[in-house]
């Protein structure tokens, strides 16, 4: 196996990136830890320029609470409400996490772990309001912003470097302005892709910077475990360890065979994705998603009308809840159908209003799919929706059945806080069905929004 952690190393990296970066930012706070990776072998399997930027706030719940309650700083704070209660833990402090806790653990084990811990409710629509000031910085360098998250984004500065100086100019810029604003860290990363991004921002946790020259990506992620990867949930994880694969770089050296028969059609974009090769665009600002798509290959063809329809309701679900995170609706509904044979139909139309909600967008998409279905093997269906815009933007007047508002929003609220799947129909649960949140990797090159990537993956 190629030694990759020998060929980059770490530095003190004031002198370099102020050397690298030319201007040096205005600076607020204390100086972000900054890391460089460097190989001495450019691998030039991506190519790309250093434009990404991935942004992504420290302890975000709980560090706000430390920050509007003096008191509550340097210790242990838990955000989940009362640990009596059977609630789970939101995120908690810095402090805490040294104790084992951390997000989406039963309050009574975080109490367990951490009985010295102080407990705060979830004041949710605090956070909200801090996030869009958060927001609002980043658009300040560009608009290209695609927000994944209540506190996570991603930029593409490639337009912005003669305002306002390289990527990492912006990311320390970027640094500056949130504490300046409002009094909070971030962790940045910076890359040649959304991939590389991600994984850099979470590796210096908290208050980090690491930027990923282009061309060491697959360096700089080698030596890393695998479940840093997007796509390598605790099951894959199992399966790779199984095979004797603990770093992403031995991942990048399995043979590719080996791979696909341990994973299926997922380890060959794990392969792919272990050798920090990712083509997916930044979405938002002016280059608007073209659509959100969810679609899935069956394990045996199906003919049983009702288990396909159960499964355009769950790809449904996994792209209406998309669009809502991403604040946006579609105007046309798709509906990808490919039979054992292989042969492939798609239909569309158009909504008579666009819509965000799970029902709309699957009563159209089994009025496209019935016709197609019929005395079929069915191999693969899948649902997109395209025309995608601003509510203000595409809809005169809203026609919204307001009682499916108010149970969607409830929803999304609950998975928020709770997890993807805390919240499935009923005719979803136990069927053997795919999360309606998993997206098939297959699609991963169309223009995206919502969802980060870190929860793709398909067991
Ligand atoms: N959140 C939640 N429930 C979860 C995960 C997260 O309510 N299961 C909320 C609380 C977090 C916020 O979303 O503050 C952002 O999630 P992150 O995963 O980014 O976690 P943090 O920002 O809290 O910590 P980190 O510093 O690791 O990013
Ligand atoms: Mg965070």
Not at 83 to 100: I, L, Q
Request: proline share 6%; net charge neutral.
């Amino acid at each position: 196996m190629r030694p990759f952690h020998r060929e980059w190393w770490l530095d003190a990296p004031e002198s370099k990136n102020v050397a690298a970066g030319g201007r040096r930012a205005s600076s607020v706070g204390p100086e972000p830890l900054a890391i460089r990776a460097r190989s001495l072998h450019h691998f030039g399997m991506t190519g790309g320029r250093l434009t990404i930027i991935h942004v992504d706030l420290d302890a975000f719940f709980a560090a706000v609470e430390q920050r509007d309650h003096p008191e509550l700083r340097g210790k242990p704070v838990i955000v989940g409400g009362d640990p009596g209660s059977r609630g789970v833990v939101s995120t908690c402090s810095y402090e805490a996490r040294k104790f084992g806790v951390h997000s989406a653990m039963p309050l009574t084990t975080a109490l367990r772990l951490c009985p010295d811990g102080i407990f705060v409710p979830v004041d949710g629509a605090k956070y909200q309001r801090v996030s869009r000031e958060v927001m609002a910085v980043l658009r300040h360098y560009t608009p290209a912003v695609e927000q994944v998250s209540i506190d996570e984004a991603f930029l593409d500065v490639a337009g912005s470097e003669a305002l306002f100086g390289p990527a990492p100019e912006i990311a320390r810029r970027i640094k500056a302005e949130v504490v300046a604003t409002t009094q909070l860290t971030v962790s940045v990363g910076v890359a040649t892709n959304k991939l590389v991004a991600k994984v850099g921002s979470d590796l210096r946790k908290p208050d980090g910077l690491v930027i990923v020259e282009p061309g060491d990506e697959a360096a700089f992620l080698a030596p890393l475990e695998i479940r840093r990867l997007w796509g390598i949930g605790p099951k894959t994880a199992d399966r790779l360890h199984g095979l004797g694969v603990r770093t992403i770089g031995e991942l990048a050296a399995l043979p590719a065979e080996t791979l696909t028969r341990a994973l299926g059609d997922h380890g060959a974009t794990l392969h792919d994705r272990a050798l920090g090769i990712d083509s997916d665009p930044v979405v938002g600002g002016g280059e608007a998603a073209k659509s959100v798509s969810h679609e899935t290959t069956f394990a045996v063809d199906v003919t049983d009308t009702a288990e396909i329809e159960r499964t355009l309701l769950a790809l449904t679900e996994g792209v209406s809840a998309r669009l809502r995170a991403a604040g946006i609706r579609a105007g046309t509904v798709a509906v990808k159908i490919r039979d054992s044979q292989f042969r492939t139909v798609t239909r569309q139309k158009h909504l008579p209003e666009p819509s965000d909600l799970t029902g709309t967008i699957w009563r159209a998409a089994l009025e496209l799919a019935r016709p197609e279905i019929r005395g079929k093997r069915i191999r693969l269906l899948g649902v997109s929706a395209t025309q995608l815009g601003q509510p203000e933007q595409i809809s005169m007047f809203e026609v919204v059945d307001q009682k499916q508002r108010r149970v969607v929003d409830a929803t999304d609220a609950v998975r928020r806080r709770f997890g993807e799947r805390a919240v499935t129909r009923a005719s979803l649960l136990h069927r053997g069905l795919p999360s309606p949140f998993e997206r098939d990797p297959a699609s991963a090159v169309e223009g995206r929004v919502g969802i980060p990537k870190i929860e793709d993956e398909i067991e």
